[in-house]
């Protein structure tokens, strides 16, 4: 008979340190949560300074527990095109399956946008010339979680402006003008996030990313 006194302690799992790997997962469950109507953003913003403050896995616990399994384990969301959910989505949220709102925008001596919850296409193509065109990405959704918007213009302009929870690549090439990105990213990303590449060209023109707040999160803000 083994001496129950002469086994050694087990470590208490819940006082193991946190890794940014644990923490990043939490974050991501609350931002689904939020995006599903479970965390109002005042919760959602309370409990993610918490995450962040987490040294243990004990710590990260009671941020989730009395939320459901995450959406990853379900299945993709379904929604119309033209569906306006009153509340944010966020990250992975976005990717949906629906058709996309529009494929292309042309400006020439005039403008163009795009802005609110529409749906853009694996391909977007943008085309300026001597006009301008503004493509807002905060509210939008995705067909795919890699997209990518091809951005041209010559002695004209084209802004993209995007939120923190959606990954930017800039590729372009300026000729006599800019091409590429101002603001600054996100530190934190949630690893599902839908992914935008901006390649194309600007000839005496530019192409500039731009990162701005989301209307609810300027209203925590004020």
């Not at 163009?112 to 301008?132: E, H, I, K, L, Q």
């Not at 603001?183 to 990313?209: F, N």
């Amino acid at each position: 008979m083994v001496d129950p006194m002469s086994e050694p302690d087990r470590p208490d799992p819940g006082r193991m340190r946190a890794s940014d790997a644990d923490r990043d997962s939490v974050a991501h469950r609350l931002r689904e949560a939020l995006a599903e109507g479970r965390l109002s953003p005042d919760e959602h913003s309370e409990r993610l300074d918490s995450v962040y403050d987490a040294k243990t896995l004990g710590e990260l616990v009671p941020l989730t527990e009395d939320l459901p399994a995450p959406a990853s384990d379900r299945a993709p969301t379904h929604v119309p095109g033209d569906f306006h959910s009153p509340r944010p989505v966020y990250g992975g949220g976005r990717v949906v399956k629906a058709e996309p709102t529009s494929t292309v925008a042309v400006a020439v001596m005039g403008g163009a946008d795009r802005s609110g919850g529409w749906v853009v296409p694996a391909n977007f193509y943008a085309g300026a010339v001597m006009g301008g065109i503004e493509l807002d990405l905060r509210e939008a959704r995705f067909t795919q979680r890699e997209s990518t918007i091809w951005a041209c213009t010559v002695m004209g302009g084209i802004d993209i402006t995007v939120p923190d929870d959606i990954q930017v690549r800039v590729h372009g090439l300026p000729v006599m003008g800019g091409f590429g990105a101002t603001g600054a990213p996100p530190s934190v990303m949630d690893p599902e996030a839908p992914i935008v590449h901006v390649r194309g060209l600007a000839v005496m023109g530019g192409v500039d990313v731009k990162y701005r707040r989301r209307k609810h999160q300027k209203e925590i803000d004020d």
